[in-house]
């Protein structure tokens, strides 16, 4: 009997275990876990902050039970201090051993703790372990103000859900506007503007952070270069690194992500050593670098194929075009580049914008969609662009993806077809819109 060990119970684990087993149901899978659960969204966690989910439980897929009874060796609470591969075999820091004949590592990501005074206060939070999420939530009631730091997308999630439980709520970011580091300013305004007026949050943006102040162990202020801002909770959007020690103790070669190098199979230079989720790097499409990427929808797509692919199956993975999008309300999106990224890569670019509408001018689920492309002004291949408005943003960034895969160009995207529906879809697409000015820009 085949021994597979798969160490890290988020969606890449969560997968590589359950198609190993369901590919192949002779092999014996054990998959050890550090956290109490497995297979749940922490995607979802600013969504039952702000109460438009009701509660934690919609985010578990399944009951551990559920992969017991699959055939996995579920081993929660558990972790691994040393990878033997002479022995071929892990132990834990409880000194139990777990023998393998191959091994897949999904150990994820961890927070890069800021160096700042009084970071360890009662109040400061860092998000990640469900548990934990579900401790703050019975907290925020009782929470007044709050500082986020950082406009990252967990950032700009939290800003939109604490407003939500009557709390004044702040945002601390060194940057210009929400995002920019991929995202383009004109873009990101109208998510911006509904954050302010409608919602009430105090932006801060050219602002560090400075460190922390606190009475009897608990947080009372966070200190900016703006000056202190009184507070109950501060949520630390901090930088996220993909975690490798155990792979790096094995000799698996890790890249100039600071991730373990894969390759499309997900196998690692060990052998019978896989890696898939936010521990790996993968090639971007477009610019043919190597990108860690942070994402559930990438963890669980590669953990799946590591299983598929560790129990004898033969699947390959694709560079990816990182389609991206957020918000409720008012939604924003896109697909890279955006033009804050070809400026600071100096790639050349021509832009198409336009302002149209997701119905029928005359239904009154109408609402605006604003455009924004980028194409090669050459060959006029798109190579990005980025969405603001209500409803359909996800599924215009996930085509914009697409296209850009496919080296669509702006002229195709001028004559595209698109469903005309009063209540779901305007006589005009936008995005065929957008193109149609790039191209009479030219």
Known sequence: MTRIVVIGGGSAGTGAATNAIQFDRSLDVTLITEFEDIAYSPCG????????????????LQPLEFYSEMGINLKTETVVEVIDMDKRAVYTTNGEEYPFDKLILCT??????PNLANVDLDGIIFIKNIRRAMEIDGRLDNVKQAVVWQAKPLGVELIEALPHR?????????????????????MMELLQN?????LGVKMHFGTDLMGFSGEDGKLTSVQTSDGDIDADMAFLVAPMKPSTKL??????????????IVDNHMKTNVDDVYAAGACVETMHGLLDIPVNLIQGTYAYTQGRLAGVNVAGGDESYSPVYVPWALGSKV??????????LAKATGMPYIIGKAIGITAARYHPSVEPMHVKLLADPKSKKLIGGQLAGGEGVKERADFLAFAIRKETTLIELATMENVYSPPIGALVEPIAAAAKNALANI
């Not at 509904?194 to 409608?198: F, R, S």
């Open 45 to 60: 966690i600013p969504y039952v902050f702000g109460r438009d989910i009701k509660n934690f439980d919609g985010l578990f």
């Open 108 to 113: 994820g990501w961890e927070y890069e703790i």
């Open 166 to 186: 009557d709390i004044e709520t702040h945002l601390v970011d060194s940057g210009s506007w929400l995002m920019s580091e991929f995202a383009d300013a004109d």
């Open 194 to 198: 509904h954050l302010v007026n409608d």
């Open 247 to 260: 792979a790096k103790s094995i000799g698996i070669k890790t890249g100039s992500t600071g991730a373990i």
């Open 331 to 340: 939604q924003v999106g896109g697909a890279l580049i955006s033009e804050t």
